[in-house]
């Protein structure tokens, strides 16, 4: 099995960027195509994006397109999430997920969750 870890969330005015990491221990990071997700109180789990096992493609919630990238450095068993022009609206605790074959953007189909990390964007 594979254990998930995110970091790099904190507090960011409107319009700056974060960059969240989740690192990956265990099974061979490869085999897993990983995902983001997001969770605002008193809301359910939202997709965020997805990347497939060799990174090659990509999906992402239409909320954030062109604002977001997700990428993975297989070398070192991380996957990141580079997040620019952050609105308040993207506050959220977010979550990595590794999913066994697909990138998918359905929360129920991911076999393993990290902890969460907590981004906050003042107005």
């Known amino acids: 099995q594979v254990q998930l870890v995110e970091s790099g969330g904190g507090l960011v005015q409107a319009g700056g960027s974060l960059r969240l990491s989740c690192a990956a221990s265990?099974?061979?990071?490869?085999?897993?195509?990983m995902g983001w997700f997001r969770q605002a109180p008193g809301k359910g789990r939202e997709f965020v994006a997805a990347?497939?096992?060799?990174?090659?493609?990509?999906n992402y919630a239409d909320s954030v397109k062109g604002r977001f990238t997700i990428s993975r450095g297989t070398a070192k068993n991380t996957v990141y999430l580079q997040m620019n022009s952050l609105k308040p609206e993207d506050s959220a605790v977010y979550y990595c997920?590794?999913?066994?074959?697909?990138?998918?953007?359905?929360?129920?189909?991911?076999?393993?969750w990290g902890w969460g990390t907590q981004v906050t964007v003042s107005s």
């Open positions: 997920a590794a999913h066994l074959s697909y990138y998918s953007d359905l929360a129920d189909e991911y076999n393993r």
């Open positions: 265990g099974q061979i990071f490869a085999n897993y195509a």
């Open positions: 990347i497939s096992r060799s990174g090659g493609n990509s």
